[in-house]
Nanobody, 119 residues
Framework: QVQLVESGGDLVQAGGSLRLSCAAS????????SGWYRQAPGQQRELVASITSGDSTNYADSVKGRFTISRDNAKNTVYLQMNSLKPEDTAVYYC?????????????WGQGTQVTVSS
């Protein structure tokens, strides 16, 4: 079973920066796609950013120009660099991965890491 472990969440002031890390228990080059989602209290989980095995990236409109997703295959880690943070970025951030397993697709989730942005 693939495990994803997030870290890097913290309390930060508006305008500050954080870098989230997602360490995988397997080689991330086997993931068709890796992504970061977030869920604020009372809200649905939403996609923040994703990166494919071909390094194509996609961002939610609300974070474009402020967040950057990247990955380090050697460390089996996916990152989310978050700059110019706003109070509305406050949420639990989850790492996600999509992997082809034989003729099916498997999706994995981390346990989440809390990001709190104070005004």
């Amino acid at each position: 079973q693939v495990q994803l472990v997030e870290s890097g969440g913290d309390l930060v002031q508006a305008g500050g920066s954080l870098r989230l890390s997602c360490a995988a228990s397997t080689t991330i080059s086997s993931f068709a796609m890796s992504g970061w989602y977030r869920q604020a209290p009372g809200q649905q989980r939403e996609l923040v950013a994703s990166i494919t095995s071909g390094d194509s990236t996609n961002y939610a409109d609300s974070v474009k120009g402020r967040f950057t997703i990247s990955r380090d295959n050697a460390k089996n880690t996916v990152y989310l660099q978050m700059n110019s943070l706003k109070p509305e970025d406050t949420a639990v951030y989850y790492c996600n991965a999509l992997q082809r397993v034989r003729f099916n697709w498997a999706t994995y989730w981390g346990q989440g890491t809390q990001v709190t942005v104070s005004s």
